[in-house]
């Protein structure tokens, strides 16, 4: 009788209990309360207020040790009599250039100098990322090659050129060229090409205006095309129907520029090198000392370039593989169409650390005698006795070329980067 009696008062508890939550949650379901709202406490001892005030004096000290160090070298460099500031770059420099991409002359302001300077290290890291990209792109696949020689060939081009410091690969390539037989008796591997102590002469085509306009509306056209490209593969994906693109292809890019040339009534010329006493006339001359430190800076870096794209191939799946197999694709095919474009989200963001290292890498120039940036920073330098002004200007250049391939860079890898659906 008594368990009777506590069932009894147990149910109805249970009954009271789901009465109140029904009516609970018909309140809050009428009335719903508002969220509370996120307030920034600066209460007395609070951690909010404590961070506040950490970072206001870690900002203050950081401030506090410019200015300390800022006003210290203007009273040194005032009590020596040696000027600050950027005014020399107004100045004639007086400085020769050999090898200079820009027209340059003697008579030339310091800052036309330092042009100059930027111009010669963009010449290398520009070229020299586009050819260490393909050369390590195509060791890196040789590496994964079925032909054992091949493969094992690439591991040790590989394994030797990581594994000699930059700077003596660079002086290597110089006492190379250097050691090459003088113009009179330069070598000819091909007809119009001579390799000497002078350096590399190739043939040129010589780029007035009338030749940049040609080639401006071939930019343009190339790029009209590649918006239309997206077009038609936008349309095809919708209705499932291909359309040619080479028509406008072949009339954005070959006939447009043709008709912008024979318009302007633009000339086409081949310059060929000539001998003529103990120089070449003619033709484009690649320096030795701009020869040598490309080819060290291509070799070097495409050693590490050809690692990243081993390691990127072999981190797509292996049913990637065995599918494209089944389908009976060319491997050439499935590389280009099915594996590559994979591993390039495995490839971009360590390729990006070799571009930067290999345009920092640039400033070894001074070292074998290429006027880049850093060597007339120096010669400014001596000249004038404006070194921190010197110096800054060269952090300023690399930090700027730098900056703007991380920024190039990382917006490829966002724009390949996986979508979810």
Known sequence: MQQLMRADEAHGRKSLLSKRFEDFCAVTTDSPRPPPRRTF????????????????????????????????????????????????????AGMPIADSLLSYSPKDTYFWAFVVGIANTLRVAVIGIVLATILGTLIGISRLSANWLLSRLAAVYVEVLRDIPLLLQLLFWYVLMQ???????AWRPIDGIFL????LILPSIPIGEGQLGVLGAAALGALVFYIIRRALIAQQM???????????????????????????????????????GFNFVGGLTLAPEYFALLIALVTYTSAFIAEIVRSGIQSVPRGQWDAANALGLRRSFMLRQIILPQALRVIVPPMTSQY?????????AVAIGYQDVVSIANTTLNQTGQ???????????????????????????ARIALVER
Do not use: C
């Open 41 to 92: 406490s600066l209460a007395l001892g609070g951690p909010q207020l404590k961070g506040l005030l950490w970072q206001i004096l870690v900002v203050g000290m950081a401030l506090a040790i410019i200015a300390f160090l800022w006003s210290n070298t203007v009273h040194n460099l005032s009590a020596r009599r040696i000027s600050t500031g950027f005014a020399f770059l107004g100045r004639e």
């Open 179 to 185: 050691a090459l037989p003088a113009a009179r008796a």
């Open 196 to 199: 000497s102590n002078r350096g």
């Open 238 to 276: 919708r209705d499932g129907k291909p359309r040619a693109a080479w028509p406008f292809a072949l009339g954005l890019i070959v006939v447009l520029p043709a008709l912008v040339s024979w318009q302007l009534g633009v000339r086409w010329t081949i310059a060929w090198p000539e001998l003529r």
């Open 356 to 364: 930067l290292n290999l345009t920092k890498n640039s400033s070894l």
């Open 387 to 413: 070194a921190i002004e010197a110096i800054a200007l060269i952090m300023a250049v690399f930090l700027t070329i730098s900056l703007s391939i991380s920024f190039f860079m990382n917006w490829y890898n």
